[in-house]
């Protein structure tokens, strides 16, 4: 069965660096576009990120552009999420998702990895 | 790029209709989505490009699109049921998701 399973999160002080991954079973990672979608505490989901099959596109939410990078290794079916110049507001449940692209959906989710961003 | 808005809250009774809107100036163009979120857990795909239902989904769950306006409706509803909805999609430049809607069974 298709599984996704985030890593990585974790305390981090502002203006810090995580790097997240997400491990995929059950499908193969190269026959979907794949994104990270996070959810603050008490807020609705912000899609944040996605990547396409190669790799070659890539689209970022304007309140991550230049901070984050999305990367994806389909040998190892695995999905990445580098964040660099985390801010307070970036503390969230990152969610690993798979977006079967032609349905402009993600019709699996992660269990959820918390970053927290705090002094 | 645009926003997605969706009522704050909807309640309903046992075994009643429950419809929840999602509006947006592109929205007639696009394939909008639902999920369902219970607390503690990961959304779930409910519907998507708007009106269709993947399988596993009850069939009490349907989903329309017209204009600018995207419609999940759930018919006779269920205790299990109650969680929060949030509308997505996609423009070319943006993916965007609605404020979501909590829906209370009474």
């Known amino acids: 069965q298709v599984q996704l399973v985030e890593s990585g999160g974790g305390l981090v002080k502002p203006g810090g660096s995580l790097r997240l991954s997400c491990a995929a079973s059950?499908?193969?990672?190269?026959?979907?576009?794949m994104s990270w979608i996070r959810q603050a505490p008490g807020k609705g989901p912000e899609w944040i990120s996605y990547?396409?099959?190669?790799?070659?596109?890539?689209y970022y939410a304007d309140s991550v552009r230049g901070r984050f990078t999305i990367s994806r290794d389909n040998a190892k079916n695995s999905l990445y999420l580098q964040m660099n110049s985390l801010r307070a507001e970036d503390t969230a449940v990152y969610y690993c998702?798979?977006?079967?692209?032609?349905?402009?959906?993600?019709?699996?989710w992660g269990q959820g990895t918390l970053v927290t961003v705090s002094s | 790029s645009y926003e997605l808005t969706q009522p704050p809250s909807v309640s309903v009774s046992p075994g009643q209709t429950a419809s929840i809107t999602c509006s947006g100036d592109?929205?007639?163009?696009?394939?909008p989505c639902w999920y369902q979120q219970k607390p503690g857990q990961s959304p779930v795909l409910v519907i998507y490009?708007?009106?269709k239902r993947p399988s596993g989904i009850p069939e009490r769950f349907s989903g329309s699109n017209s204009g600018n306006t995207a419609t999940l409706t759930i018919s006779g509803t269920q205790a299990m049921d109650e969680a929060d909805y949030y509308c997505?999609?996609?423009?070319?430049?943006?993916?965007?998701f609605g404020g979501g809607t909590k829906l209370t069974v009474l």
């Open positions: 059950g499908f193969s990672l190269s026959d979907y576009y």
């Open positions: 490009q708007g009106s």
């Open positions: 592109k929205l007639g163009d696009e394939y």
């Open positions: 998702a798979r977006v079967p692209v032609s349905d402009y959906a993600v019709d699996y």
């Open positions: 997505q999609a996609w423009d070319s430049s943006t993916v965007r």
């Open positions: 990547i396409s099959r190669g790799g070659s596109t890539t």
